[in-house]
């Protein structure tokens, strides 16, 4: 069975400094996608970054990266330049099928509160 | 920018009524899906929908729940009989580009409902 595990219940950060955000995964399947949504306390999910199990390459999208990890079954986000706007729930969540169409298997999620 | 939206914002109904959640997909996108959050804790998959009929539920989704995309651009949940424990934050998304190879899940802003 495929499972997320967040063990950062609440992480706190200084406005300006970069932060990671700590997420693992386990899975059977040869090929997966990974994915980090942002959930700001108004309540909506907010795509933020993906990474395919079969790319070569980290993840970025502006101040977002993802630290994959593969062999340890890690997919770390790494927020640089925190802004106070960052603070929010944020899961990290895993779809088996690697192609279109696949569920999202989510993590229990971190909050993350960012520090004037 | 293209959204997904859901309606309505927060539902109140009472134990035993039929409620049915609806959604406006992105147009061109071919997956939809409902997902579920109880307040406090991760989001959970219901169902994934594509070509008209189901692709994939988890055990949640029961014969109390229902999924219809009646027309071109509606996609909608229905629980039959609500119970205390479906009282939770709906949330329905979609993704797909046909051809394209885009896999992230775009959300709508979800339907608090609450079962009372």
């Known amino acids: 069975a495929q499972k997320i595990t967040q063990t950062q219940p609440g992480m706190f950060v200084q406005e300006k400094e970069a932060v990671t955000l700590d997420c693992t995964y386990d899975?059977?399947?040869?090929?997966?996608?990974l994915f980090w949504y942002k959930q700001p306390s108004s309540g909506e999910m907010i795509f933020l970054i993906y990474q395919g199990s079969y790319d070569q390459q980290n993840a970025t999208e502006g101040r977002y990266s993802l630290n994959f990890q593969k062999a340890r079954k890690s997919a770390n986000l790494v927020i640089s330049a925190s802004q106070l706007g960052d603070s929010a729930m944020y899961f990290c969540?895993?779809?088996?099928?690697?192609?279109?169409?696949?569920?999202?298997?989510f993590g229990q999620g971190t909050e993350l509160s960012v520090k004037p | 920018e293209p959204e997904v939206t859901q309606t309505p914002s927060h539902q109140v109904t009472q134990m035993g009524q039929e409620v049915i959640l609806r959604c406006v997909p992105i147009s061109n996108h071919l997956y939809f899906y409902w997902y579920r959050q109880i307040l406090g804790q991760k989001v959970e998959f219901l169902v994934s929908?594509?070509?008209?009929?189901?692709?994939?539920k988890s055990e949640i989704f029961d014969d109390q729940f229902s999924v219809e995309r009646p027309d071109g651009s509606n996609f909608t949940l229905k629980i039959r009989s609500t119970k205390l424990e479906d009282s939770a934050m709906y949330f329905c998304?979609?993704?797909?580009?046909?051809?394209?190879?885009?896999?992230?899940?775009?959300f709508g802003p979800g339907t608090r409902l609450t079962v009372t």
């Open positions: 899975t059977s399947d040869p090929s997966y996608g």
């Open positions: 998304a979609s993704s797909g580009l046909g051809g394209a190879l885009n896999y992230e899940q775009y």
């Open positions: 929908f594509y070509n008209n009929e189901i692709s994939e």
């Open positions: 969540a895993m779809s088996p099928i690697y192609n279109q169409g696949g569920k999202l298997i």
